[in-house]
């Protein structure tokens, strides 16, 4: 049957739990010491994941770097989490993680992850002052941005299809959601 992991049951989850999750093709995360645990994503994903990352790092300042998830964001002992892309300042990533909130955090939406990308890790990354955070629908598909201003999100973005957003902060890109899912 495989290795299997036994949970503590009276306390919060650490990275230390996380750390002995199994390397079984999920994706393990933790907010506020609850376990999120997601599946392989899809096709559609995986294309719209793939081609951000080309047309965010074709245009990324030096001093900023594009990563790929699987790549811990530790916002704190209790909430390690693995944004689809991230951005973040070259001097704040270790070889291990970023041990603060990214510039930048992109979810694109699966059936599986969509209620908690919406919801739950827009609010966590708010709180922890990640100053933009992006959600792309491969299906419709679209793109929705926010910027953090004065600690709340501010949606500064919505584009659906053929419409192209232009989003000059962290840096200057254009984004057409149905140039994502070639």
């Not at 922890?128 to 941005?145: I, K, N």
């Not at 053929?162 to 057409?176: G, I, K, L, W």
Request: aromatic residues 6%; negative net charge.
């Amino acid at each position: 049957m495989g290795n299997v992991t036994t949970l503590p049951r009276s306390r919060a989850l650490t990275r230390a739990d996380l750390d002995a999750m199994p390397d079984d093709g999920h994706r393990y995360e933790l907010i506020d010491g609850v376990l999120i645990v997601t599946p392989a994503p899809g096709d559609y994903h995986q294309r719209a994941v793939g081609e951000l990352y080309l047309l965010l790092r074709r245009t990324c300042p030096a001093e900023l770097e594009v990563l790929l998830a699987p790549f811990d964001v530790a916002l704190a002992d209790d909430t390690i989490m693995q944004p689809d892309l991230l951005v973040a300042r070259r001097r704040e990533i270790t070889h291990r993680d970023l041990p603060v909130a990214p510039v930048l955090a992109i979810e694109v939406l699966s059936p599986s992850t969509r209620r908690l990308d919406l919801t739950l890790k827009l609010s966590r990354l708010e709180s922890a002052g990640c100053a933009f955070y992006w959600v792309v629908d491969p299906h419709e598909p679209s793109l929705t941005a926010w910027q953090l201003v004065d600690a709340a999100y501010v949606e500064i973005a919505h584009v659906e299809g053929e419409q192209t957003a232009t989003v000059e902060q962290p840096f200057a890109v254009q984004v057409r959601p149905s140039d994502l899912i070639r």
